[in-house]
């Protein structure tokens, strides 16, 4: 009775939402603010010819098809739903994790193209053309970056450009360098080489720590893992092997103390991998 009665919620919720949809659209220009936090997730994550809209209806494609493959494995109509909102999770956590390793390899890079833009600039050359040897010879990753913001140069000013370039890599580093260039490109100036190698150091010192830390980290993570996953195995496991020894977990009482109990297993494991995560660096100059 609990379980019908769940899937009946979420049913319900469902038309609810869409109605709300319906009858109260949103204007363009919210739409898009609210859009933003996750354009820029998909840009950090490398998905950059994902658009919002294709992600989330992606997770939804995913949450189902975790719902009926549990429920055609399991027969169990409380889980399903579970399982259905976990499969829709399931693509952020991926591109979360794989956010955090592009980020590491992004910044160093970037270290690297600034410290080669402030040579570039120390011999002569003007920015635009330092821009352009990056776009030639530029570290690999960023390299196709940097082809892009020299194209659109020759399209558009400088400071739509370099803007544009900042949208797409949404980089905290990227968002001083590229507010420095531009500033440098209104005022002109004799210092920008100066900016450019003290940032390029800062970076270089701040990725060494985060690395040491990260190799302290990865046993806890695993760890968080393990615990995590060792009594939704078991459940899954009974389930599949003798359904009768979960009969208790039917009943209305029995629903509620696995719905708690996952819960519990959820909130500590998001907290276990918090405690573990390196603090984001947020965007500025935006």
Do not use: K
């Amino acid at each position: 009775m609990a379980a019908e009665l769940l899937v009946s919620l979420a049913f319900g919720s469902g038309l609810y939402l869409v109605y709300e949809g319906l009858t109260n659209p949103r204007t363009a220009a919210s739409q898009r603010d609210l859009l933003r936090p996750l354009r820029e997730f998909l840009a950090r994550a490398g998905l950059y010819d994902v658009t919002p809209r294709e992600f989330l209806v992606f997770s939804l494609v995913a949450g189902l098809a975790c719902g009926l493959v549990a429920q055609a494995a399991l027969q169990w109509t409380f889980v399903s739903p579970l399982a259905g909102l976990l499969g829709g999770c399931l693509p952020f956590a991926y591109y979360s994790q794989r956010q955090h390793r592009r980020r590491a390899e992004q910044q160093a890079a970037l270290a690297d193209a600034v410290a080669q833009l402030r040579d570039g600039i120390r011999t002569g050359l003007s920015v635009q053309e330092a821009l352009m040897g990056l776009a030639r010879t530029g570290p690999e990753p960023l390299r196709p970056r940097f082809q892009a913001l020299v194209r659109e140069l020759r399209l558009t000013d400088f400071e739509t450009a370099v803007s544009q370039m900042r949208d797409r890599m949404a980089d905290p580093l990227m968002d001083v360098v590229g507010s420095t260039l531009v500033l440098n490109e209104q005022l002109g100036g004799r210092n920008v080489s100066q900016v450019l190698d003290r940032l390029a150091t800062a970076t270089r010192g701040q990725l060494r720590v985060e690395q040491e830390i990260r190799a302290y980290q990865a046993q806890n993570i695993t760890a968080t893992n393990v615990i995590a996953g060792i009594p939704i195995g078991l459940i899954i496991g009974l389930r599949l092997l003798n359904p009768s020894y979960l009969e208790a977990f039917s009943s209305g009482a029995g629903v509620l103390v696995l719905l708690g109990s996952i819960v519990s297993i959820v909130v500590g494991y998001s907290a276990m991998r918090r405690f573990t995560r390196l603090p984001g660096e947020p965007r500025v100059l935006q």
